[in-house]
């Protein structure tokens, strides 16, 4: 299988890095000649403003390929489902303010046990948002989760079910983000990528460590695990997508490298892996 020969389209996750500021993630992104960065809600709240935010990554030269995230749609009451909304469509002007044009969605878990019901909620708050979105020149990424966190993060599982909601829309409103950590292991895998063609805006790469040490913290660097990561670039590259290739990775031993190590060792786990 066909090697990337460098990292052109290589991006950082901030969440990989999640003890750097934003200015620290920049600097870091810049001094390892890495051209892409993905940004946080959490991380960009703590600078000054939104603006001083936009400016900083304006003036590095970095280009953004997403922002996270948005979604968390169901919710108890009607008042809450509300004040989501009002989020999401927060979190649409902060993507196009900070240059990006697509909008990670997790769905987010059920209210209660109603697992259908919420289901239905994410339909519902994708529908209502898609429109504020596309008037922001924003496209909303639905992302998959793996099923362990259908109780905690979203009950949207399977790409199948992303790309039922997703092919509802044009593929320019709304699409699906392919994370080899939630769906490496479906048997429809190759299938839905296929069906996905041109609606993937987002791809992130990691590993599935073995034993896995933690449900969220257990994510492995690129080559520490048993996913098959070229093949599944290759499928997402055949199914039209060449964008940005996130590293995205949840691993405490990950945040406790330093910043230019940590950006070393994904350069050549990318290249090697990926």
Known sequence: ME???DIGRLSLNQITTD???LPE???ACLRADVPWIALWRHKIAQMPSLAEARRLIRDSGLRVSSLCRGGMFPAPTVEERRKRMDDNRRAVEEAAELGTDVLVLVCGPAAGKDIAGARQMVEEGIAELVAFAESHGIRLGIE???PMYAAERSVI??????ND???RYRPEQVGVVVDVFHVWWDPALYEQIARAAGRIVGYHVSDWIVPTPDLLMGRGMMGDGVIELRRIRQAVEAAGYT???EVEIFNHAVWALAGDESLALIKSRYLEHV
């Open 3 to 5: 090697r990337l020969t």
């Open 165 to 167: 909601i997703a092919e």
């Open 243 to 245: 964008g940005p290739i």
């Open 144 to 146: 998959p989760l793996h």
């Open 157 to 162: 599982n399977l790409l199948s079910q992303a």
């Open 25 to 27: 993630a920049v600097d």
């Open 19 to 21: 003890r750097l500021s």
